[in-house]
Nanobody, 124 residues
Framework: VQLVDSGGGLVQAGGSLRLSCLASGRPFNTYPVAWFRQAPGKEREFVASINWSGGTTYYSDSVKGRFTISRVNTKKTAYLQMNNLNAEDTAVYFC??????????????????WGQGTQVTVSS
């Protein structure tokens, strides 16, 4: 199974971006998906997660109210809509999934499959 994330770029503070995570290689609608980010010199940070059906979502406090995670299982794609971006959101963003179905979690150790990362840069 593979995850390919895309949609990053350069945006001004206050702007928006939508990241995509396209899955291949196995049924998509059986496992959760999460987004993490990593800024230079910092630890990988949980951003958001969504369960297999899309009915349950979790967010870090730093993005709650600004970011929205969603998924379209028929397209094997998860999304991260990011609004009102600020300089602290600058990072490489990764989507991730576990190899076995489980409940979504904010612990990166629970996720075995990772996208290649997409750079998000917010200019102030």
């Amino acid at each position: 199974v593979q995850l390919v994330d895309s949609g990053g770029g350069l945006v001004q503070a206050g702007g928006s971006l939508r990241l995509s995570c396209l899955a291949s290689g196995r049924p998509f609608n059986t496992y959760p998906v999460a987004w993490f980010r990593q800024a230079p010199g910092k630890e990988r940070e949980f951003v958001a997660s969504i369960n297999w059906s899309g009915g349950t979502t979790y967010y870090s406090d730093s993005v709650k109210g600004r970011f929205t995670i969603s998924r379209v299982n028929t397209k094997k794609t998860a999304y991260l809509q990011m609004n009102n971006l600020n300089a602290e959101d600058t990072a490489v963003y990764f989507c991730a999934a576990p190899t076995v179905p489980k409940s979504p979690t904010n612990d990166h150790r629970a996720y075995d499959i990772w996208g290649q990362g997409t750079q998000v840069t917010v200019s102030s």
